[in-house]
């Protein structure tokens, strides 16, 4: 084949591109429109047996095309995420108009690269306005931002699949005078990130965040003669790592890239599936539409009965309130004691809702509710 056929072929593909582009963002048009309906008709944004019937006629009609199910599935999972998410920020904004802004002032842990800027993006890329970005140095800085007024909206990390709930957030929430407005997940994928050159067997020092260190145990213990250095953020761990001769940093790739850092090695984290989910947190409350999925967490301190946090729990139990997490942390000053926090699947403005927080009271001696937001976590529907 000559360069001119590949040249040619090379153009084919990037008008078929295009062309797909154009035809996505018609369907997002389309499926924007189809949103009035539902809200006229107080109708849900999800439809499951929709997904399904859709996915199932494509899957069919693709395979006389030759193209395969799991190809299929999984281009198309996608678009219909993106469809459902975007109608559920757009019936979300038209609930909360004061919070349809021009610029969005967000802050979040570290700087250029950092997971929690890749997570700020994905989040903002749904709600239309400019996002004036603001590295913070630590978490306490982002909530103290967000309760100044100083920022719109704080972003931080509560949750990742291989080291669990992240301690030190938890605690933050029990005191921040902010609300959760929303929640976005992110897969997080660590590589170790090192200055053109570097092989694994010249690291003697590793840059990272505690977080990553924690993720990334099973790897570093594989590791001899490699000390570990902590740094408050992956942005200033590859900076660090960016200066230094002999060493390393543990971050994304496109991270690294951007700090001029090649990738020595992938797929360090524990889990193949390293996802981490994050709150955004804002000044006020947001209202939440029953139309869409959505999640309640609260902060309580049980009585110091025997049972009664099994008593409270019943409470959601007996009001079909499905609870997504419960985790338990120590009251700062006051030894032995425990305050819970939960989430639930549930919106507050149910009356189903409001009528658990009621009967919660008698087994708890505090209640806080730190927000009900828009859940981002769905559920793909799998066809057969
Ligand atoms: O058909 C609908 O009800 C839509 O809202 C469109 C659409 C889609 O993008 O195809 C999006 C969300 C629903 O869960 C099902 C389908």
Redesign the pocket.
Known sequence: MTQDTLDALRTEINEIDSELLVLLAK??R??HG??E??INNN??????E??LA?LEKLIRYGKSLGLDQFYINNVFQV??E???LN?QALLQKSLNPDTVNDTHRVAYLGGQGSYSQLACHKYFSRRPGKVVEMGCQSFEDITNSVEKGKADFGILPIENTSSGSINEVFDLMQHAQVSIVGEVTHSVEHCLLAKSGIELKDVKKIYAHPQPFAQCSRFLQSLADVTHETCDSTSSAIKAAAECDQSAAIGSAQAGRSQGLEVIKSELANQAENHSRFIVVARKPLQVSTQIPTKTSLIMATKQHVGSLADALMVFKENSINMTKLESRPVPGNPWEEVFYVDLQANIADPQVQKALEALKEHTQTVRILGCYQSESLKAVEPI
Do not use: G, H, N, T
């Not at 109708?43 to 499951?48: L, N, Q, T, V």
């Open positions: 369907r997002r389309i499926s189809v949103l309906y539902k109708k849900p944004i999800r439809d499951e929709r997904e859709l678009i219909l993106d469809s459902v109608q």
